[in-house]
């Protein structure tokens, strides 16, 4: 499908990071865009940014993990504009917060937006994009989707993001719908991912604290994120999958050669890999010394 003017495109988790990129890389294609974030203040400053490209955009304070707050969403943008040619599912957040012996609510919120906001979106939009001549659905899960090892919790959602994203295209294509499907699997993307916790919701009560493992680690975690791929790239990339009816994107080689070991290891039978590592992180054994330091204790 090609990106031009005339095409409505939605985001979600469009007020800042891949999601705003995504909706400034459709608005210079032509598209007018439908932003849609949790955060209202950011939210404006995006849309603003995105008008400033010279189309229409509008933006919806939403909700991803609350079904209605998506319904509302959808009911908007097929009223302003009649029809959604592109979706992008692209909300994501993670928890800092001990996934073992913290409280249950950090598990609660991640899969609320990382995995029910997906779903939600692609229940809200699907009806309406099966009527229409063409569309297509981009679901953001992550390179996590396919090794784990950045967090249970967050790997959780986004392998969940990953196996439905590939029903939804065998769906969609043995029905003859004329939806294309893609699942984005980006790497380390220069993204305040690691502070999603600012938007920790009020109806979980208090958030939770970091874990030992994450405070240790996050100085790390920082320096390979903002060495990371620019959310623009991303969405070039996003755009040109879309365009090529392709259903993987990934952003780079490196996070492909540790997946396939990892298959080449299952195949075989073989346990989980301790030493397996992850592209830009240190190895295995010196991350867990630096958590034994911070607990006090030696390996």
């Known amino acids: 499908m090609q990106l031009n003017e005339g095409r409505i495109a939605v985001v979600t988790g469009a007020a800042n990071g891949i999601g705003l990129a995504l909706a400034q ?27 400033a490209l010279g189309v229409e955009a509008v933006g919806v304070p939403t909700d991803v993990s609350d079904q209605s707050s998506v319904q509302a969403l959808a009911a908007t943008a097929m009223e302003r504009f009649g029809a959604v040619h592109v979706l992008c599912n692209n909300a994501g957040v993670a928890a800092r917060s001990d996934p073992w012996f913290g409280p249950l609510s950090a598990w609660e919120w991640v899969f609320g937006v990382n995995l029910w906001g997906v779903i939600h979106g692609v229940r809200a939009f699907l009806p309406h994009m099966a009527t229409q001549a063409e569309g297509h659905i981009v679901n953001t899960a992550s390179m996590a989707g ?14 969940a993001v990953v196996a439905i994203t590939e029903d939804l295209y065998r769906m969609a294509r043995l029905a003859g719908l004329p939806i294309g499907v893609s699942v984005l699997c980006p790497g380390w993307v220069r993204t305040g991912i690691v502070d999603a916790d600012r938007n920790w919701p009020d109806r979980l009560g208090e958030r939770p ?42 952003t780079g080689p490196e996070w492909l050669e ?9 195949a075989d039978g073989h346990n989980p890999d301790l030493d397996a590592e992850i592209p830009g992180m240190p190895p295995a054994e010196e991350l867990m010394a630096q958590v034994m330091r911070a607990l006090g204790t030696t390996t």
């Open 209 to 250: 604290p970091d874990s030992v493992e994450s405070a240790a680690t996050m100085p790390i975690i920082r320096r390979v994120i903002d060495e990371g791929t620019t959310p623009a790239a991303v969405a070039d990339l996003v755009a040109d999958a879309v365009e090529a009816e392709r259903f993987w994107v990934f």
């Open 25 to 51: 890389r459709f608005a210079r294609a032509g598209m007018k865009v439908v932003l849609a974030d949790v955060e209202e203040t950011r939210l404006e400053e995006a849309t603003a940014s995105v008008s």
């Open 258 to 266: 540790v997946a396939v070991r990892r298959w080449h290891g299952v």
């Open 146 to 159: 396919l090794v784990p090892g950045v967090g249970p919790v967050y790997d959780a959602t986004k392998h």
